[in-house]
């Protein structure tokens, strides 16, 4: 029994003992308490002090990082921040100098920028990095409208603001490798995409700018000479400051050398273009006189030039115009010269015409008549291109003697032969070296037909009419521009014999209506000046698309028909070549004032008959998709429909021909130095902006010309406007 209890014992502490050497211990039990070991704490030391030095500044740069990303962090820059604020809360914010350094910082520790990088190029990378901000936060005050490009823009502002927003949210973890690869990638996509909107933005301004120092190059050009006027003097100043302001932004924009470059090179351009067409050949006449003060008579005696022809229209044989019509434009244009070269591109169609004619009269009863009176014309012609008491001037009055002209005709005596042979030994002396070839044809002619070879002597004299008075008109066309508006008043005194001016005055009250009607709906109501009433006719005589009619040009007006018609050609052609061009700029999303020059140009030749010819133009600049195709087909056909018919139905042209109106009548209406100063330097913005950027310069010339022919206007009949206004200010006092 005390064996077995011995056993019993020695197996229940074997027991005790895999007990308390095991993990699971009876609820309430507890460990006997042991003496704990004391944990020993290894200090790392440095082996020398290059170790030391680098594990120092490993700490204090990941210290100076995270105390650079919590500032930049406390700025605040976020896509929540700045859609919340306003576009210039945020441009501000994003201007201060404290916001640059420390994005730039930023920038650096991400490796997006060099440490060594030239100080103007890093801030300016820096302000392209915020610019982000701006195109996501305010898109519509940055982008002036959603083409491809701007699309692109915005996609890559995006790709880089989200990783970059990702990796600055976590300042105290650095970011992985790949994380810095894509923001790397998305950060130099964006500088290439912004950099490439920004040329194109930049480049529409700097033609913009550029046009408009131009423009003022060319007003003052058209005006310094003017000494005794002081216009000089009015806009010398003005000129000169809007010009310093454009040189000043165009080297801001395209730095100093470029943009002085880009100044000459376009004003050397423009004055080219501008100056006066020099005759190919010398256009002196061979017998020119000297001239005197009596040769002046052009602008005393209306008649002095005409023909003495009896038997056909002066329209159909004559190439000179009368000395009214000279003198006017002369008036206008002190560089103005008789242009021939409509008529002579016309030479076998008014030879025949006139052949025609002469051969009816000659095979008339008034037969032998015809021929002295053709003597008599061409007698007159020639003595007025030679001097009187020379010996040229003797010679035609012996050859040509109408008395023995008349007798060899009567006895059947007169020789064709003869008289041709004469006439071309006598023109080559008298001819300017320019028409030696059309001498030279004639005298070669060998047609036996008398009839039609009287026709070509005649146009031959002609043009050698039109030489001599070319070379008065250059010769004094200082005296004759003084003298225009007291001739051109007295020839209309004539003319008008104290008739009353039924569409003079009707077109002053609608001038005056137009003017009503604008203050009624922009709500103001200025005190209405003659001047005014007077520009918005003439705007709205020459600025419109239809037909001229009879009732549209005013008696005072009437030389200026021709004018008005080649004006509202032009404003045709412009309104609906850059209507087709406004809609495919938009179809394709492209920006509006971007100037399609060559293709406008190209435009300018097409028939408004041929769609397709448009669209094949369109095409030449940029591919359109199938669905832009149809669209701008189906626009440029219904505007086509309107050019045909002269008529303003479509809104796109509709709204072009108000915008041209409006800005020729805000330029002539401009008083005083300053406003016109004004008006000429926006010129090129206004148009560009309102969708005609493509003809800036042919439409500063329309006001040029328009500005030109109303001075002229008022000068000469200045006294029939002030009785029209009279009539027209006593029949609205009788209705108030």
Not at 58 to 86: C, P, V, Y
Not at 283 to 309: F, K, Q, V, W, Y
Not at 320 to 325: A, Q
């Amino acid at each position: 029994l005390k064996g077995n209890m011995e056993e019993r014992l020695a197996e229940a502490e074997r027991r005790r003992s895999l007990v308390q050497q095991s993990q699971r211990r009876p609820r309430g039990q507890t460990l006997p308490s042991v003496e704990e070991k004391k944990v020993i704490t290894k200090t790392w030391k440095p082996k020398d002090d290059d170790g030391a030095a680098r594990v120092i500044q490993k700490a204090w740069r990941n210290w100076k990082r995270k105390q650079t990303l919590s500032t930049f962090m406390q700025l605040g820059l976020t896509l929540e921040n700045i859609q919340s604020s306003d576009f210039e809360d945020v441009g501000a914010l994003l201007s201060e100098d404290k916001v640059l350094d420390c994005t730039s910082k930023v920038l650096r520790i991400y490796g997006l920028q060099n440490d060594e990088a030239d100080s103007i190029a890093a801030r300016a990378a820096v302000r392209t990095f915020l610019s982000a901000f701006l195109v996501l936060g305010h898109p519509t005050q940055v982008l002036s409208k959603e083409g491809e490009q701007e699309k692109d823009l915005i996609e890559k502002a995006e790709n880089l603001l989200l990783p970059f927003n990702q990796i600055a949210t976590s300042p105290f973890s650095s970011p992985s490798h790949n994380q810095l690869v894509i923001l790397s990638e998305a950060y130099m996509s964006f500088q290439v995409a912004f950099t490439a909107w920004k040329a194109q933005d930049s480049t529409v301004l700097l033609k913009t700018m550029l046009a408009q120092f131009v423009e003022l190059d060319a007003i003052w050009q058209s005006v310094k000479e003017d000494k005794e006027g002081r216009v000089a003097d009015d806009y010398r100043e003005g000129i000169q400051n809007n010009q310093t302001l454009l040189l000043a932004r165009l080297k801001r924009l395209a730095g100093a050398e470029r943009a002085m470059k880009m100044i000459k090179e376009a004003i050397k351009k423009n004055r080219k273009a501008n100056a006066k067409k020099k005759s190919v050949g010398d256009i002196r006449p061979r017998a020119a006189m000297n001239i005197a003060e009596d040769d002046l008579s052009i602008a005393e005696n209306p008649a002095s030039n005409s023909s003495s022809e009896p038997f056909v229209s002066r329209e159909v044989t004559s190439l000179l115009p009368d000395n009214r019509t000279v003198i006017h434009e002369l008036a206008i244009n002190k560089e103005y010269r008789i242009d021939i070269s409509p008529k002579t591109n016309m030479r076998e169609d008014i030879i025949r015409i006139v052949s025609e004619k002469m051969r009816r009269e000659f095979e008339s009863e008034f037969g032998d008549a015809f021929i002295v009176a053709m003597a008599e014309m061409i007698r007159e012609k020639l003595f007025g291109l030679v001097a009187p008491g020379k010996s040229l001037h003797a010679l035609i009055s012996e050859s040509l003697d109408t008395s023995m002209i008349a007798n060899d005709v009567k006895i059947g005596a007169f020789s064709y032969q003869r008289f041709f042979n004469f006439m071309s030994s006598l023109l080559p002396k008298i001819c300017a070296p320019v028409r030696d070839i059309d001498v030279k044809a004639f005298v070669e002619d060998q047609t036996e037909d008398p009839i039609e070879r009287l026709a070509g002597l005649n146009y031959v004299i002609d043009l050698l009419s039109i030489d001599h008075a070319n070379f008065i008109l250059q010769s004094n066309a200082s005296a004759l521009i003084k003298e225009a508006s007291g001739y051109e008043q007295r020839c209309f005194a004539g003319i008008v014999n104290d008739q009353p001016l039924h569409r003079t005055l009707q077109w002053w009250k609608d001038a005056l209506k137009g003017i009503r009607e604008s203050e009624a709906r922009t709500g103001s109501a200025n005190k209405t000046s003659p001047y005014r009433i007077y520009m918005q006719g003439l705007v709205s005589t020459a600025i419109a698309v239809g037909e001229v009619q009879d009732v549209d040009i005013p008696e005072t007006l009437e030389l200026d028909r021709e004018r008005i018609k080649r004006i509202r050609n032009d404003v045709h052609r412009i309104v609906i070549i850059d209507s087709i061009l406004l809609t495919a700029k938009n179809l394709m999303r492209r920006d509006p004032r971007s100037i399609w020059k060559e293709q406008a140009q190209r435009m300018w030749e097409l028939p408004f008959e041929k769609p397709q010819a448009f669209i094949a133009v369109v095409e030449s600049r940029y591919a359109l998709p199938p669905t832009t195709k149809t669209q701008l087909s189906g626009t440029i056909e219904r505007i086509l429909v309107d050019a045909r018919d002269r008529q303003v139905t479509h809104p796109v042209v509709s709204v072009l021909l108000k915008k041209f109106r409006a800005h020729v009548l805000n330029r002539l209406s401009a008083v005083s130095a300053d406003e016109r100063d004004k008006a000429a330097s926006t010129a090129s913005q206004v148009l560009s902006s309102s969708g005609l950027p493509e003809f800036v310069a042919q439409i500063g010339a329309l006001v040029d010309e328009l500005k030109r022919v109303g001075d002229v206007d008022r000068d000469a009949h200045g006294k029939w406007y002030d009785d029209v206004a009279a009539i027209v200010s006593m029949d609205e006092s009788q209705n108030l």
